[in-house]
């Protein structure tokens, strides 16, 4: 019998564990204090930037714990998973007890507890009760899902409800909670979140992993077919715009232009306009100039091409190109670096700047390098993202929605007629109550037994209507038997 106790005991307290509401809250306090951190502590960037900051020893404790990538980490999903048990498990232990009250087909009413409600209405009818029964009988089956008449000892009482289903509100959102972590571990899980550079002209089937940096392939290849900057007049750039194609096995399949926050949507996978750049020229236009005879020899050079300027001038070979040069404490932007070699096999360092075409005269060599031309390519930035607990989200936000419109705009109302003889008359009383915003309900009462006041305040006159028809009736048939009978 001991044997059998014990795991009935340890499924008891694991049941009532789940169910506690301090489990509810501490999950929730605890989720919410993750997220402070999440938002103060930047997600998903560089290690190095993460070691810089915090140190060796702090940076492989929080890397451990997973706090650079917290809501992709074993913690945060493990308390994702306990907020869903102990919502299930609340909304369980609950149910049992409602359900009683949902579905019951007859259900049980104590006439005492209306009658010691304090917000009731009492009114005096003159007609007896037997007949203000086929009155308000049918009034109350109108405007009520559900009515019965119990008999009292000086009289009846007429119990009707309706709005059963209304306390289902609070399982519906329950529902949609648990829809919404559900959708957030499938996109979790499931998804990816990825960033790719692509040259005009050119397309990929591959994108990198923003947490890992690995390599991730897609079904399809993404080509970028322009790409247009507009600037202010300051010179910052106003929009970036890049016209994309999907192409499907080399056939193109769907294009758009993709600018900031209007992403291209393609199977389940979101592609975003994010940064771009200018990727080095493949081919620049170089100026030789000579200052003792003014000639000037005009050549197309590829980084790492010599070029033998004529006049016996040197040897020209572009070695690298620069994003930034600081010259004399001032950055005089973009770059070409190269090397002079001279007939006497003397070796310069030469710098040319893009924006400054003359600087390189300042050297008051026997030739001077400057840039003429080149043309600038430029890549594209994309975040390519896919994550498939979207519609999972989505739909849980609609159930939540109708949850609470069920759980605070919609109740379970029950009304409560007593009818008892007083003599050759009747006293009224009517009382109601709902499981939520009595107030409302009270109102309801008011204007109830406002209606029933009024049939019984009607009802002579309607009799006496209905005495005038049925004699009249009977007349109509009297003249036309009599003209039957004279035929």
């Not at 014990?6 to 993750?34: E, I, Q």
């Not at 924006?355 to 390098?369: C, L």
């Amino acid at each position: 019998m001991e044997k059998n106790k014990a795991p009935a005991d340890f499924s008891g307290r694991l049941w009532n564990f789940f169910k506690s509401v301090k489990l509810t809250v501490f999950v929730l306090l605890t989720l919410a204090a993750t997220s402070i951190i999440g938002t103060v502590i930047p997600q998903n960037q560089d290690p190095a930037l993460y070691l810089h900051k915090f140190g060796e020893v702090f940076y492989r404790a929080m890397n451990t714990l997973g706090i650079f990538d917290m809501y992709h980490s074993w913690w945060f999903v493990l308390l994702l998973l306990t907020l869903s048990a102990n919502i299930l498990v609340c909304s369980i232990d609950r149910f049992i007890s409602t359900r009683k009250i949902i579905f019951n087909k007859e259900p049980k009413f104590n006439v005492e507890r209306f009658r010691r409600l304090k917000e009731k209405r009492k009114f005096e009818a003159r007609q007896p009760s037997e007949f203000l029964m086929s009155a308000f009988t049918p009034f109350i089956a109108k405007n009520f899902r559900y009515s019965k008449v119990k008999q009292l000892a000086n009289g009846y009482c007429i119990f009707a409800e309706k709005g059963r289903w209304t306390r289902l509100g609070v399982y519906v959102v329950h529902f949609g909670v648990m829809l919404l972590i559900l959708g957030a571990l499938i996109g979790s899980l499931f998804g990816f979140d990825s960033y790719v550079n692509i040259a005009e002209g050119e397309s990929v089937n591959h994108v990198m992993l923003r947490k890992t940096g690995q390599m991730n392939h897609l079904p399809f290849e993404i080509r970028c077919d322009d790409f247009e900057l507009s600037l202010y007049d300051t010179g910052q750039p106003s929009e970036y715009r890049s016209t994309l194609t999907i192409l499907q096995d080399g056939e193109p399949i769907i294009s758009k232009d993709v600018v900031v926050n209007d992403p291209l949507r393609h199977n389940g996978v979101n592609i975003f306009q994010s940064s771009y750049g200018v990727l080095p020229p493949k081919e620049i236009t170089l100026e030789f100039s000579s200052p003792e005879t003014g000639t000037v020899y005009t050549k197309k050079l590829l980084i790492g091409e010599h070029f033998d300027i004529p006049e016996n001038m040197g040897r020209f070979v572009i070695t690298k190109l620069l994003n930034s040069y600081n010259f004399m404490g001032h950055n005089i932007g973009e770059c070409i670096a190269g090397t002079l070699t001279t007939a006497d096999n003397k070796v310069s360092e030469i710098i040319v700047p893009f924006r400054f075409p003359g600087f390189d005269k300042m050297r008051k060599s026997a030739v001077s390098v400057s840039i003429k031309d080149f043309t600038k390519i430029y890549y594209t930035g994309l975040l390519v993202t896919r994550d498939p607990g979207v519609p999972v989200v989505y739909a849980s936000f609609l159930i939540t929605i109708v949850g609470i419109f069920i759980a605070f705009f919609m109740s379970h109302q029950r009304l409560c007629i007593i009818v008892e003889k007083e003599g050759s008359r009747s006293q009224v009383t009517v009382s109601g109550m709902s499981n939520r915003e009595n107030s409302r309900m009270e109102r309801k009462v008011k204007k109830i037994s406002q209606w029933l006041v009024k049939m019984t305040q009607d009802e002579p006159r309607r009799k006496h209507e209905i005495i005038n028809t049925r004699y009249l009736e009977l007349e109509n048939s009297l003249r036309q038997t009599d003209s039957v009978e004279k035929g």
